[in-house]
């Protein structure tokens, strides 16, 4: 099982940490939400739970619990640009299905 954190997001993570000044990575979820079914929750990560999974890349800890992680295994983070928005970019190869808002996925 694995996450792949690119190196732009790696940094642009690093970043938020920094300006937050406290943290030992960020966590990366799912929850039910939106229309086609779940949703990714990416938040700041100052304790471990028991089930978490910890992937470092780059200098940055993902930490993904086990629950998520059968929807995230393979999954690419990447940090993007594209004209005047900006943020974070999933490419995960489980999912079957998108909404066509972007704002949810079901696999």
């Known amino acids: 099982m694995s996450i792949i954190l690119t190196e732009t997001a790696a940094n642009r993570v690093r970043t938020f940490l920094d300006n937050r000044g406290k943290g030992i990575g960020l966590r990366l979820g799912v929850k039910t939400s939106g229309c086609s079914g779940l949703a990714y929750v990416l938040e700041f990560v100052d304790v471990l739970n028991e089930d978490d999974q910890v ?53």
């Open 55 to 107: 992937f470092e890349q780059h200098g940055v800890k993902i930490i993904v619990d086990a629950k998520s992680l059968v929807y995230l295994d393979g999954t690419e983070l990447d940090y993007v640009k594209e004209g005047l928005n900006e943020g974070f970019k999933y490419s995960n190869p489980n999912v079957k299905n998108e909404c066509g808002c972007g704002e949810s996925f079901h696999v």
